[in-house]
């Protein structure tokens, strides 16, 4: 019987033992862990900046599928801009005319997927906003450097008609804004970014 007692006795020593350094350790000055936000910026802040991410994110996707979807409406008039501007850059547009069309329709179906798609978020956003600085860029060459005729673009088939010029290339740079919001506001659900 007082083996029973002394080992019931040994036994709350020992918890106590445990839960005093189990308070020592809680109260003493170690660190906190926190999750970093990506950049320093308030709570209400990174909650705006999360939802025009998300935003951006589906609207992104959206315009890409639907520029693809009005390039496949009008692919015989859009592989005629493609070849006169080939043709105009010096490139062989009898041999290179469809494997670009086909290139940049496909092009942008994989970027809206790859925006849908949450592990790869990011990585649509930035070859979106690549693609959107290449035609910018070639839109500025084609007039100031080629001096081309009035073209044009057929960036939205023919539903939204614009001419390649200084106007198209403005507007792809304003569409860097979503990308950018994506690319810098966007986070999975699954990761949290509150610091603990």
């Known amino acids: 019987m007082t083996r029973r007692v002394g080992e019931r006795e040994t036994g709350r020593v020992d918890s106590e033992n445990f839960m005093i350094a189990n308070s020592n350790e809680a109260s003493s000055p170690s660190l906190p862990v926190t999750r970093s936000a990506p950049f320093p910026v308030s709570g209400s802040a ?3 900046l999360i939802w025009l991410a998300r935003i951006s994110r589906f609207f992104l996707a959206a315009m890409f599928l639907f520029t693809a979807g009005a390039k496949l409406f009008v692919v015989k008039a859009f592989a005629e ?3 006169q501007l080939l043709s105009s850059s010096g490139i062989n ?3 290179w005319t469809w494997p670009v069309t086909i290139g940049v329709i496909a092009l942008e179906i994989v970027i809206a997927i790859l925006i849908l798609l949450p592990r790869t978020v990011r990585w649509g956003a930035l070859f979106g906003g690549v693609l959107l600085m290449l035609f910018a860029g070639y839109a500025l060459y084609y007039v100031y450097v080629l001096k081309g005729e009035a073209l044009e673009c ?3 088939g023919g539903i939204i008609a614009s001419q390649l010029g200084v106007t198209t290339a403005l507007r792809n740079l304003a569409l ?3 990308v950018f919001l994506v690319w810098f506001g966007y986070r999975r659900s699954g990761v949290s970014t509150v610091t603990r």
Do not use: T
């Open 46 to 48: 990174r909650r705006v």
């Open 81 to 83: 801009n493609v070849g």
């Open 93 to 95: 547009y009898e041999r």
């Open 154 to 156: 057929g960036c939205f």
């Open 176 to 178: 860097l804004i979503p």
